[in-house]
């Protein structure tokens, strides 16, 4: 039989309420403040057990009752307040997005055809740009003297390769939510690109800065595979794992695609809020499904939760770029 997860938003981790929760659903429940390398969440959690991530209140379960869980939200005396599926996030990329898009919807084929004709023929940048590294031009840096000497940045991601020259001799902390694969190694390359945006060295020709911020402490918490995809309780684990850790700033270059006029999930505008609570903020990637003018597309999840704070891109001349994503 498949498994199939479910996200559980509580209202308070009192220890009446956890038994409640516990006799209701039939699970032993455990802390993720017992959570270690050597025991990790999906070695935990099963029918029988679920984990709850204890800086968010959130509880990951599986194989549920459905309607035992919609009971329990409707009783204002169950500290139950939320709960949806497990989803799937992929890497805030081009290509992949466009291979979900192919798997998705034949009536979008044209417009994907459009995005990879954009993709493949797509103009380098122009010179002008190149006095100026483009992340930096973009967010008006180039003479700044912050470098982000002291704070934690985490990146959510598949993982660094740490072989990388850019992060050679530097200490960097990070964990795996991935079963089986490690978190200093990335054949898939898109969290090490996101890693050397946001923390990149200086260039060994001019000496200048091509980082956003490079002199901050890199973290990285590999949610994504090899593969570039990954689950809604791997991203909670992270995320619950770099709050305890007290990591100021959580990036996440992914995304889960939303339907039009679908609102905001419950989940994540928690999952966000209570991230502020604990001085910790959460950025996360517009996602790039749409094919701007012509088939602009909601905000993906989790950037659309108004406690997280959502990044979009431009193009190498400083204009919305056709898709908004964050890379």
Known sequence: MEKERYIVVLEDQQKNSLKKVENE??????????????????????????VLYKNLGILVVEN??????????????????????????????ELSIINELKKQSTDLANKITELENYI????????????????LKALGLGNSLYTGKGVD?????????????????????????????????DPNGHGTHCAGVATGNIRLDNGKRYGIAKDANLKIAKV?????????????DAIDWAITKKFRILSLSLASAVKLNDAPSPLFETVGARALENNCVIIAAAGNDSSRPSVPK??????NAASIMAVGAIDGQMKIAKFPMQD
């Not at 549920?64 to 805030?92: C, G, H, T």
């Not at 493949?120 to 992340?135: A, D």
């Not at 994504?224 to 909670?236: M, P």
């Open 298 to 303: 909601p905000v993906s999840m989790p950037a």
């Open 224 to 236: 994504l595979s090899d593969a570039g995809k990954g689950t809604t309780s791997s991203v909670i």
């Open 64 to 93: 549920m009752n459905e309607a035992q869980l919609k009971s329990a939200v409707k009783n204002d005396s169950n500290p139950i307040v939320y709960f949806e599926k497990e989803r799937e996030f992929f890497s805030a990329d």
């Open 120 to 135: 493949i023929n797509k103009p380098l940048p122009q010179k002008s740009l190149v006095e100026m590294e483009w992340g």
């Open 153 to 185: 940045i985490c990146i959510l991601d598949t993982g660094l390769e740490l072989s990388h020259p850019d992060f050679s001799g530097r200490g960097i902390e990070g964990k795996s939510f991935i079963a089986g694969e490690d978190w200093n190694r």
């Open 25 to 50: 659903l039939e699970v032993t429940i455990t802390s993720s403040e017992f959570l270690s390398s050597e025991n990790r969440s999906h070695d935990i959690i099963d029918n029988d057990n679920g």
